[in-house]
Structures are given as structure tokens and as C-alpha cells.
């Protein structure tokens, strides 16, 4: 488990039990975080996330003869992937003002500062899930550039597919924000094809504005009207009448040959520190969509891979995974505050980058 609870023995203070209980025990909503689910967590002992990238099986039988020998088949090409893992982290600092202006939820003369620093711990593990699905959403997108040590490396490429309706053979012309004249049927059967012998079952996922985009398309809405989803059609949209989200899911299913679509609008807010605006982002872009197949039979899409860091596990004996540490820094200075640090050192790993498909559809 990525985000299994270990006391770190490190210099300073270490972090309270319930704050990393707080840590490590959160968990979302299976669909808060879905590529986390998709791509689970997996803990390394070596300072790089390596792996075997194997050849696909390939062929059938030969033509044999009872009395001849048969010529050996040459092996599955092999080839070793070495990725250098991201280091994400934040910090966190609760002030003694803090802690004396913090009152319990309910009432107002009695002051909280250890519930003030379990939301803290709470916040940190909100954004260790949130900054793992940004890196493995950007790694199924096409690359990711790491950064270590105050500097930035060379972007990684993954070596996925790229879809694109209005430049790819089989593609409808038109983006799909195009609402009268994309294909989006057209399109997905164009992208499902290029998983041929590559995956099976691909799955589709895109956002709450490219599904609009979907549920508005004359191209689906008219193809609704002529079969069994016609009871999903409701007035209104760009041009006239619009499909609900379930009813397009299931249209595609059956239109494409697709194993299933899913609008994941999940996202994180950012926050403007001199307006005081928060601006919501969304995991997977309004551009965007992605199609992801199965693996060959007994393997697997990818994973997430954690290196070991002294962060976690202390310097002696450095472990794999996320980490909370706190340092309180009111018994070393005047009117020191509590500092709460979060973060790990990991990377996605996709040993077969051909299952998946970033399409830009808008």
C-alpha cells in the first residue's frame, strides 16, 4: 500500500501519531480519484523506478511435419525503462497566532490548535492525491518533465497514441465544440481501432464540458431520435435538443463498440492570493478526452512508483511512499510555529503506452 502508515525516525521532531493517521489513513471516494484507482501506488527500494517493457506475444502455430524438426521461435524483444522520479512536497506552518485564535467547531471560548493541525494534515493528504492524479493524468496525456533539486529535466515522453478528428486518418473533420457538423461517432470507432492489437475493451473519459459537447451534438442526438435511446432526448442546447449524460454513455457503448464512456469532471480549486478568487481546474482538460484499453492477458495498465526518501523511514533507513512530518518550532525560537511537511518522491510507470489514447476533441 503507497500510503501505508511507518513512524519516521528523523532529525526534529517527529510527526504526532494522530496527524499521521490523519495522513495516511484519508481516503477518497473510489471516483474522487479515478487514474489513482486505475494506476494504484507500488513501493521501490532503488532510487529509480525501473521496469521490463516485453514485446506483445506474436503469432500463431507453424506448419509442422510429423517427422521434421521444428525451427526454435526467436524470444520477445525485452527492454529495461529507468524513470527518475518526481519530488512534489508542501509545507504547511501553523503560527502561534494560530494556534491561540483556533476555536473548536461549535464554540466560542475554548481554543482547538490540535484540530487546527489535523486539518492541516487532512489538506496534505487531499493534495498528495490531487498532485497524483495530476502526474499520472499528464503522464497519460504524453509526458511529464520532473523536477529535483530546484532545477528541471528533460520532459519525459510516454509514447501514448494522439488522436485528432480534424488531422487523423478516419477522423470526422471537426472538433467536437464543433456542434452541428463533428462526428463524435466517427471519431471514437476511428480511435478504438488504433487499440487493435494493442488492447481490448477501451474505455473512454472525458469532462462535464466536452460531455455538453457530446450531449448537444446534432450528429448523436439525431442518431438517439432513430433508436432506443430516443426517451433520453430533452429540449434545449445550441441546437435545439440535447441528451442526457447516461444516455450518451450508453449510446456510444452500443454505437461504437466501445467498452464504456465515463464524464469524470473531478478536479482541484487554486487559490489567487491577492484577489482571494479560487479558480477550479479540472484532472482531465476541457480539450481533452482519453480512451484506455486493457493490458495484455495477466498484465497490467501501469502503476504509480514510489522511491524510497529519508523523508519517510529517516536517514539510516530511507522508505518508499508518501510522508507527513511535523517540526514544532516553538521550543527552538521565540514564538516558533508548528511546521507540517508532506510530500513523495514518485513517478507513473506505463509498460504499454500503445493501450492509451489523448485525443483532442475541442
Known amino acids: 500500500m503507497a500510503f501505508g502508515y511507518t513512524m519516521p525516525s528523523v532529525q526534529g521532531s517527529p510527526a504526532p501519531l494522530e496527524l499521521q493517521e490523519v495522513f495516511y489513513e484519508w481516503s477518497p471516494n473510489v471516483d474522487e480519484y479515478l487514474f489513482c484507482q486505475m494506476f494504484p501506488g507500488r513501493e521501490y527500494k532503488t532510487p529509480s523506478i525501473n521496469f521490463d517493457l516485453a514485446g506483445s506475444p506474436e503469432g500463431a502455430l507453424n506448419d509442422g511435419f510429423l517427422d521434421s524438426t521444428p525451427a526454435p521461435q526467436p524470444g520477445r524483444k525485452r527492454r529495461i525503462i529507468s524513470l527518475t522520479p518526481l519530488y512534489k512536497d508542501r509545507l504547511e506552518e501553523l503560527h502561534p497566532s494560530d494556534a491561540v485564535n483556533q476555536r473548536a467547531l461549535g464554540a466560542l471560548d475554548e481554543i482547538d490548535p490540535e484540530q487546527a493541525a489535523t486539518l492541516v494534515a487532512e489538506e496534505c493528504a487531499i493534495a498528495t492525491w490531487t498532485q497524483r492524479e495530476l502526474d499520472t493524468i499528464a503522464a497519460l496525456s504524453g509526458s511529464l518533465t520532473p523536477s ?3 532545477g528541471s529535466g528533460a520532459p519525459y515522453s510516454y509514447g501514448v497514441q ?9 477522423g470526422g473533420g471537426y472538433l467536437w465544440s464543433n456542434l452541428t457538423q463533428a462526428n463524435p461517432i466517427a471519431d471514437i470507432i476511428g480511435m478504438a481501432l488504433l487499440l487493435r492489437g494493442e488492447g481490448y475493451e477501451p474505455h473512454l473519459f472525458y469532462n462535464a464540458r466536452v460531455g ?4 448537444q451534438n446534432a450528429a448523436i442526438v439525431n442518431l438517439a431520435k432513430q ?3 430516443a426517451d433520453m432526448i430533452g429540449p434545449g442546447g445550441a441546437v435545439g435538443q440535447i441528451m442526457s449524460n447516461q444516455g450518451v454513455a450508453s449510446l456510444l457503448k452500443s454505437f461504437t463498440g466501445i467498452e464504456g464512456a465515463t464524464c469524470y469532471d473531478q478536479g482541484y480549486k487554486t487559490l489567487n492570493r491577492t484577489t482571494g478568487a479560487y479558480t477550479f481546474l479540472p484532472f482531465i482538460a476541457d480539450t481533452q478526452c482519453l480512451m484506455i484499453g486493457k493490458a495484455p492477458r495477466n498484465q497490467t495498465r ?20 508518501p510522508w507527513l512530518r511535523q517540526f514544532d518550532q516553538s521550543s527552538i525560537k ?12 514518485g513517478i507513473p510507470a506505463l509498460p504499454f503506452p500503445k493501450l ?4 483532442t476533441v475541442a
Open 334 to 345: 521565540p514564538n516558533g510555529g508548528l511546521q507540517i511537511y508532506a510530500g513523495y518522491y
Open 227 to 229: 433508436s432506443g435511446f
Open 212 to 215: 455538453g459537447y457530446l450531449a
Open 302 to 321: 501501469g502503476w504509480f512508483g514510489f522511491a524510497p526518501t529519508p523523508n519517510k523511514g529517516g536517514l539510516m533507513t530511507p522508505q518508499a511512499g
Open 148 to 150: 529535483l533539486f530546484g
Open 356 to 359: 492509451i489514447i489523448n485525443g
Open 162 to 170: 494522439t488522436w485528432n478528428p480534424t488531422s487523423s486518418a478516419g
